[in-house]
């Protein structure tokens, strides 16, 4: 089992950037393939990034590739969430997701554990 807390979210204006991070715990965080996903109010749950138990494979939205970059730290026990040329269509709840399995997944319905997600305001 292991439990996800989020932080570095907060407001920016549009063009800027953030890093978020998700601190684990647990011995096995190496064993997880994890993801970010975000929610805005009103919407459902979508993907972002996600990245595989070796942090060699990574996936991404359309939205958001190319402006942002998700990577892993074993050692720490951290996943993070670059962000660059943010826009205030990146407004939302993001939340980092982990699963038991080598490989990471678009899908929210693939992930065994959540954290309790921090926000995201970019102002124009």
């Known amino acids: 089992q292991v439990q996800l807390v989020e932080s570095g979210g907060g407001l920016v204006q549009a063009g800027g950037s953030l890093r978020l991070s998700c601190a684990a715990s647990g011995r096995t965080f190496s064993r997880y393939a994890l993801g970010w996903f975000r929610q805005a109010p009103g919407k459902e749950r979508e993907f972002v990034a996600t990245?595989?138990?070796?942090?060699?494979?990574?996936y991404y939205a359309d939205s958001v590739k190319g402006r942002f970059t998700i990577s892993r730290d074993n050692a720490k026990t951290t996943v993070y969430l670059q962000m660059t040329s943010l826009k205030p269509e990146d407004t939302a709840a993001y939340y980092c997701?982990?699963?038991?399995?080598?490989?990471?997944?678009?899908?929210?319905?693939?992930?065994?554990?959540w954290g309790q997600g921090t926000q995201v305001t970019v102002s124009s």
């Open positions: 990245i595989s138990i070796s942090g060699l494979s990574t």
């Open positions: 997701a982990g699963r038991l399995f080598v490989s990471g997944s678009p899908r929210v319905a693939d992930y065994d554990y």
